[in-house]
T-cell receptor
Framework: QVQLQESGPGLVRPSETLSLTCNVS????????WNWIRQPPGKGLEWIGQ???????NYNPSLKSRVTISADTSKNHLFLRLTSVIAADTALYYC???????????WGQGTLITVSS | SFDLTQPPSVSVSPGQTASITCSGD??????VSWYGQRPGQSPVLVIY???KRPSGIPERFSGSNSGNTATLTISGTQAMDEADYYC?????????FGTGTEVTV
C-alpha cells in the first residue's frame, strides 16, 4: 500500500524559509516522478515542481526562483524548500507521485502551512 | 503561460450524465488527466492520458480530448460522485491544472 506522509512546521513567519518532508512507503522512489502541489484554502490546485529519481527537476516558472525540490532515495524521503515566504504561500501542501511525468497516481494527505507573523 | 479553463460548477440529477469541459490552446495535442476531490480529501486520479481509467475507477467515468477541449463524462451519476474535478495537462515541462469544476448531484 502506497503511503505518502507530509510533515512540516505548520506555521512559518513571513520572509522565512519553508521546509517540508515527505516520507514515502509502499513504493520504490526509483523510476518515478515526485511532485509537490499546493492548494490554498478554498481554492484550486497549483503545481510547485517535480523531481525524477535520477535527480532531474522541473519547476513552476512562477515559483522557480524560490523553490528547491530534492530527494534522498536511500531513505525514501522527498523534500521541499520554499524561500522568502509570504501570506499567499499559505496552503495545504501535497506530496504526490506519478509513474510518468504527465500525471499523478498517488497523493499524500497534505500538510497545512500557514504564513503569519 | 498555458491556461486551462473549466466551468465553475455543474449540476446533475442522480442517474443522469454530467459533462465537464476543459479548454486550452491546442489542448488536443497534449495528454489530459482528470482528478476528483471530495471535500476534505486528497485528489484522486479518475482519467489519465485522455481516455484511460486507473484500476478501481468505475466505468461510468470516461474522457475525450480533441481540438481545444477535453471532456470528462460521468454517466449514470451517483451521489458519491459529488466532488470538485480538475483537468491537468503537461506542457513545456510543467504541470498545469484547470480552474476546477464543482459537481453537484
Amino acid at each position: 500500500q502506497v503511503q505518502l506522509q507530509e510533515s512540516g512546521p505548520g506555521l512559518v513567519r513571513p520572509s522565512e524559509t519553508l521546509s517540508l518532508t515527505c516520507n514515502v512507503s509502499g513504493v520504490s522512489m526509483s523510476n518515478r516522478y515526485w511532485n509537490w502541489i499546493r492548494q490554498p484554502p478554498g481554492k484550486g490546485l497549483e503545481w510547485i515542481g517535480q523531481i525524477y529519481y535520477n535527480g532531474g527537476t522541473n519547476y513552476n516558472p512562477s515559483l522557480k526562483s524560490r523553490v528547491t525540490i530534492s530527494a534522498d532515495t536511500s531513505k525514501n524521503h522527498l523534500f521541499l524548500r520554499l524561500t522568502s515566504v509570504i501570506a499567499a504561500d499559505t496552503a495545504l501542501y501535497y506530496c504526490a507521485t506519478g509513474e510518468y511525468n504527465n500525471y499523478i497516481d498517488y497523493w499524500g494527505q497534505g500538510t497545512l502551512i500557514t504564513v503569519s507573523s | 503561460s498555458f491556461d486551462l479553463t473549466q466551468p465553475p460548477s455543474v449540476s446533475v440529477s442522480p442517474g443522469q450524465t454530467a459533462s465537464i469541459t476543459c479548454s486550452g490552446d491546442k489542448l488536443g495535442t497534449k495528454y489530459v488527466s482528470w482528478y476528483g476531490q471530495r471535500p476534505g480529501q486528497s485528489p484522486v486520479l479518475v482519467i489519465y492520458e485522455d481516455i484511460k481509467r486507473p484500476s478501481g475507477i468505475p466505468e461510468r467515468f470516461s474522457g475525450s480530448n480533441s481540438g481545444n477541449t477535453a471532456t470528462l463524462t460521468i454517466s449514470g451519476t451517483q451521489a458519491m460522485d459529488e466532488a470538485d474535478y480538475y483537468c491537468q495537462a503537461w506542457t513545456s515541462n510543467t504541470f498545469v491544472f484547470g480552474t476546477g469544476t464543482e459537481v453537484t448531484v
